[in-house]
Every structure is written in structure tokens, then in C-alpha cells.
């Protein structure tokens, strides 16, 4: 019988305390929750500035979720592979939550293909401080990306603790949907990816398309793979003072139509898009120039870092450099400020396993154009706080922003229904819901061992 074939058997012939049983019953019942968790990101830091090299939205889905399991009294150590010398071995990022560097190859200069040739010194460096402590420190890993689930799979094993595995995204679904010119993903990673799939107790996914994706294409069990929608910090994103003053404060002009990108700066992004699309709307009015401003807030990543300013020669090749503004990524509360600004985010990735960015500029006030790819579809609510677009072509960009240039109120007609729809996107909800999963994992292991699975 296959692992997970055994796994299925414990999930099947789960019996459920009965509504009414006697208290002591409950309790004797009641699964525990763990006490602290090791959590796993190889290949970028919680630290480093979302927006910069392999930064992004994964970076904010670990630093919020470990502040709010520490909220709940699940302490949370996260493991990342130091990328400079300077750093200390731990760092607390917030009460409950310790950041620990893992000297893994040299510290700079390493790109995130090279990575997997470094596993074995970050497994060592893992154990290293598991060794430091007294058995049963950690109750469960939970790794994050293919290159921290290799790690995550043998430190479980070694513990003899639970799995839990997000992907946040998977190389076949980014082949199927690749940029032009963009680089496919490496045989190697698709098997690393099934093999992490087998291993795992639990796979979390952001979003149901998600889930299906797991079991379509790695044949992952579809009881073992839990739904978890990602969350947005409230109280840092929200309308605030408003539009106008949000441009004062960025030095724009306070009654120009802005369309904003914000995001790294890579083919699966898709900026150029967006780029080509302002295009088409200049070259059908003219008199935008003076009326439009679109600003390109990132840095350059993966395979966007062989051309590094191939992004300003599109500008001056489609002759928009007065109206396109680059500015380099900036800290979380300064791109707040750049949503609300906006007049609208548009998003033309080509693969999203969520789309953190859309809810962000949502709970800012902000709409959102956006393709119709991955998580999307759920962070966005397609005719209410924003418009999804089937495909890739410019002129279909063009057409979905051409309203915002003829009805003025639209941006804050939308946005308000966009501020209203992310609230259901709580970080506090998503801890919530990540710990019922720890939880059940915990719960199916203790059953496996004591041979009523």
C-alpha cells in the first residue's frame, strides 16, 4: 500500500466525538495544537524587501502568518540561508517568531538555480541547531517553495514530526503559461516537486484551482491537499486619508489618471504589457501625455535580472518614457501609499498562485485590471472591485482601462467596493485556518504511530 494510500485509510476511518459527549470525553479528544513549529524558506529571507531579487509575495505570506501564529501562541522558527557575512545566526522579528541564518554556500552572488546543489550544507546547518535543543523542540515543519521542502522532508523524518508543504507556485503550471522569451522550469524541479507531494502529510494551497492543480498534475491526494486563502495586513493597508493626499505625499499630480504596476520586474509579471496597452491609449488620445502618469514601482528578478533595463528600452521604443515613472521597491507602508494613489493596479501575470498585490491595492480602495490566471479570479472580484482579462493581448488591457479615463468616479466607485471585498482576506483568519491543518496533521500522526491508521 502506497504512503499516502495508508494515510487516506487514517483519514477515512477518522471517528468524530459525537455533539453532546461528555465533557471529559471532549477533552480527552481534543487534538492538541503545536507548540512551536519550524518553518522552512531556503531560497529568500522574511527580511529582505519584498519587490527585490526573489522577494516577493511569498516573503509577506511568512512574515505575516508567523506574527499571527505567535498571536496564537504558536511559536514559529524560521530557517533561511544567510546572504551576507554581517548577519547574526538569529534574529527575533517579532515576540514568538526567531529568524535563524543558515550558512549555505557563498553568502552572495548565488542565484536561486544554483540552490539545490546547497541543500545538503542547509540540511546541516538545520540539524545543527535542532541538536542544540531537547527532543520534541519542534512539533511540525511546514516549508515553504520546492527547495525548503527537500529540506522540510528529511527534517520531519528525522524528527518524526509532520510535513505540512506550501508551494506558492509549481513548475508545471509556470511552464504551461510561460512569457515569451521566459525560461522554462528545470526538469529537476518538477521531480522535487512530485517527490515533496508524496512526502508531505498535508499540502497547503492558496486557493481551490490550486488544490486541483495539485492533484491534475502531481497526483497529489486529494484529501491531504487543504484550501487556505493568504491574507493582507488591515491595519497597514487600508484607504487611510484617501487618494489625494496619498499623491501629495508621492509628489503626483493630484488629477492625473494613474495605472500602476507593482511587482517584481520579470517576463511572468508582465509589465510590458501594461506598457503596451498606455501605448495604444496614447496613440488613440493624444492628449492623455498631460493627463497620465504610470508608475513601475519593483526591481528586477529571475529571469527579468538578464535584462535588467530591458523595460526602460521598451519605454523609449514605444515612445511613452514622459508618462512611465520607474521607481525601485520600496518599504510596505510607502507602497501603500503608492495604492492609494493609483487610479487602478493592473496585474497582466501570466501565473499567480494568489495575487497577495491585488488584495493589497484592494484594501487600499484601489481596483484592480487583472488576467484571468491562478488566484486571481478569487482576489478579485470580476465587475465589482475590478475586471479580469482572458489572455495576454494589450489591446484588451487598453479597452479594460479606456473607462477609467472617461468616467472619473469610477476609480473611487470601484475602489470602495474593492476596499470592501478584501476585508474578508484577514491574516488572522488564514493563522487560523493554517493551524487547524497543523493540528489535523499532528492528529493523523499520532494515529499512524499508534497503529489505527
Known sequence: ???????????????????????????????????????????????????????????????????????IDIEVEIFTRATTARLPPSVELAPGVLVRHVDAGPYEGLAKEDLPAQLCAFTHGVMQAWAGHRPGHYDLVHSHYWLSGHVGWLAAERWGVPLVHAMHTMAKVK??????????????????????????????????????????????????????????????????????????????????????????????????????????????????????????????????????????????????????RFRPPCAQDELADWYRAASVLVMPSYSESFGLVA??????????????????????????????????????YARALRPFVREPGRADRMGAAAARHAQSFGWDTAAAATAEVYTEAMRERRRLRSGHG
Not at 518553518?39 to 505570506?61: C, E, F, I, R
Not at 484594501?363 to 486571481?376: E, H, K, N, Q, R
Not at 465589482?384 to 482572458?390: A, M, Q
Open 175 to 324: 511552464n504551461a503559461a510561460l512569457a515569451a522569451g521566459d525560461t522554462p522550469e528545470p526538469a529537476a524541479r518538477v521531480i522535487g516537486e512530485q517527490q515533496i507531494v508524496r512526502a508531505a502529510d498535508r499540502l497547503i494551497a492558496n486557493t481551490a484551482e490550486e488544490a486541483e492543480e495539485l492533484v491534475r498534475h502531481y497526483g497529489a491526494a486529494r484529501e491531504l491537499v487543504a484550501v487556505v486563502h493568504p491574507g493582507v495586513n488591515l491595519d497597514r493597508f487600508r484607504p487611510a486619508d484617501g487618494r489625494a493626499a496619498a499623491r501629495a505625499r508621492l509628489g503626483l499630480p493630484a488629477d492625473a489618471l494613474i495605472p500602476l504596476f507593482a511587482g517584481r520586474i520579470q517576463p511572468l509579471k508582465a509589465p510590458d504589457i501594461l506598457l503596451h496597452a498606455i501605448a495604444h491609449l496614447l496613440e488613440e488620445d493624444p492628449s492623455l501625455r498631460e493627463r497620465m502618469v504610470v508608475p513601475v514601482v519593483g526591481g528586477p528578478s529571475g529571469s527579468g535580472l538578464a535584462k535588467p533595463e530591458g523595460l526602460h528600452k521598451l519605454a523609449a521604443r514605444l515612445g511613452i518614457c514622459d508618462v512611465i
Open 1 to 71: 500500500m502506497s504512503q499516502h494510500a495508508s494515510r487516506l485509510g487514517g483519514l477515512r476511518g477518522r471517528s468524530h466525538v459525537p455533539f453532546g459527549a461528555p465533557p471529559h470525553q471532549r477533552l480527552r479528544r481534543m487534538p492538541r495544537r503545536p507548540r512551536r513549529i519550524a518553518m522552512l524558506s531556503v531560497h529568500t529571507s522574511p527580511l529582505h524587501q519584498p519587490g527585490t531579487g526573489d522577494a516577493g509575495g511569498m516573503n509577506v505570506y511568512i512574515v505575516e502568518l508567523a506574527r499571527r501564529l505567535a498571536a
Open 359 to 396: 488584495i493589497e491595492a484592494q484594501a487600499c480602495g484601489t481596483p484592480v485590471v487583472a488576467a484571468s490566471v491562478g488566484g486571481l479570479p478569487v482576489a478579485v472580484r470580476d465587475g465589482v472591485s475590478g475586471t479580469l482579462i482572458d489572455g495576454h493581448d494589450p489591446a484588451d
